[in-house]
């Protein structure tokens, strides 16, 4: 069983920062594509950004120069270093991965159970 946890999210003023987590557990052979998505009340879930396993990045257009991602392959964690936060930006964070299991030969999704960040204005 794969587990996907987030940590780091919570409340903080608009030009803040904070910095969210993901650690992924199980038996996992790689990992491709990780990121993360955020979903705000009434909205669809969006993509904020990935990076591929070779560090290849991708960021929505809202966050470019504000947040960054970045991963440690080794042990399987992605990060999300968010700066100049808004209360736009305010959402519930998920943590993504696209993973190979051993003795599987196709990569799978998996999400985390979501962390809060609330940016005060």
């Known amino acids: 069983q794969v587990q996907l946890v987030e940590s780091g999210g919570g409340l903080v003023q608009a030009g803040g920062s904070l910095r969210l987590s993901c650690a992924a557990s199980?038996?996992?052979?790689?990992?491709?594509?990780m990121g993360w998505y955020r979903q705000a009340p009434g909205k669809q879930r969006e993509l904020v950004a990935g990076?591929?396993?070779?560090?290849?990045?991708n960021y929505a257009d809202s966050v470019k120069g504000r947040f960054t991602i970045s991963r440690d392959n080794a042990k399987k964690t992605v990060s999300l270093e968010m700066n100049s936060l808004k209360p736009e930006d305010t959402a519930v964070y998920y943590c993504?991965?696209?993973?190979?299991?051993?003795?599987?030969?196709?990569?799978?999704?998996?999400w985390g159970q979501g962390t809060q960040v609330t940016v005060s204005s």
């Open positions: 199980g038996s996992i052979l790689s990992i491709n594509v």
């Open positions: 990076i591929t396993s070779g560090g290849r990045t």
């Open positions: 993504y991965a696209d993973y190979l299991l051993r003795g599987s030969v196709a990569y799978i999704g998996g």
